[in-house]
T-cell receptor, first 115, second 112 residues
């Protein structure tokens, strides 16, 4: 079974802190994604990565950055956390290639509260 | 751009009732369509998918048919159980790196 793990299930930080959310997948997938989940808005894509050191902005990248130094690990960084970044953060990975319809596999999520 | 619209929830049913959750989409090209489910305290997991028009995805008693003419992918189950209580997300995948566009999610609660 594909396993996607996230470093924390719950996290509480203060406004202005730098926050790191870590995600690790064990299936050698090329593609990794970070979403945030908010009630009534579904999941929105923040950033994704299609190869080591390669990244692209998603729909809501403002206030976030990412890092992918190794294939299995994809980090989401909040440079200066703000209260409007309080949310559930979900990481996913897939082995999508052109012409395929590969499934995305999700981690359990990190619920971040910024005070 | 791509978008997905799901019926508003929450949906509350009694056990053994019939379930329909509506999903319509707007997309360019020929997207693949998915239903994901999120059980309490967990991440999302794939429930079913369909990759082309008229395909029917099915799993665990749930079904959805890819209707290109109505741009819809409605989720159905003939007899729900308490264990089906969860949040259900409709999603589509375009052609770029398999990125998913999600609907807003529908909370389903099934009472005994």
């Amino acid at each position: 079974d594909v396993k996607v793990t996230q470093s924390s299930r719950y996290l509480v930080k203060r406004t202005g802190e730098k926050v790191f959310l870590e995600c690790v997948q064990d299936m050698d997938h090329e593609n990794m994604f970070w979403y945030r989940q908010d009630p009534g808005l579904g999941l929105r894509l923040i950033y994704f990565s299609y190869d080591v050191k390669m990244k692209e902005k998603g729909d809501i990248p403002e206030g976030y950055s990412v890092s992918r130094e190794k294939k299995e690990r994809f980090s989401l960084i909040l440079e200066s956390a703000s209260t409007n970044q309080t949310s559930m953060y979900l990481c996913a990975s897939s082995d999508w290639t052109p012409g395929s319809t590969d499934t995305q596999y999700f981690g359990p999520g990190t619920r971040l509260t910024v005070l | 751009g791509n978008s997905v619209t799901q019926m508003e929830g929450p949906v509350t049913l009694s056990e053994e009732a019939f379930l329909t959750i509506n999903c319509t989409y707007t997309a360019t090209g020929y997207p693949s369509l998915f239903w994901y489910v999120q059980y309490p305290g967990e991440g999302l997991q794939l429930l079913l998918k369909a990759t082309k028009a008229d395909d029917k995805g099915s799993n665990k008693g749930f079904e959805a048919t890819y209707r290109k003419e109505t741009t819809s992918f409605h989720l159905e189950k003939g007899s729900v159980q308490v264990s089906d209580s969860a949040v259900y997300f409709c999603a589509l995948s375009g052609t770029s790196y398999g990125k998913l566009t999600f609907g807003q999610g529908t909370i389903l609660t099934v009472h005994p």
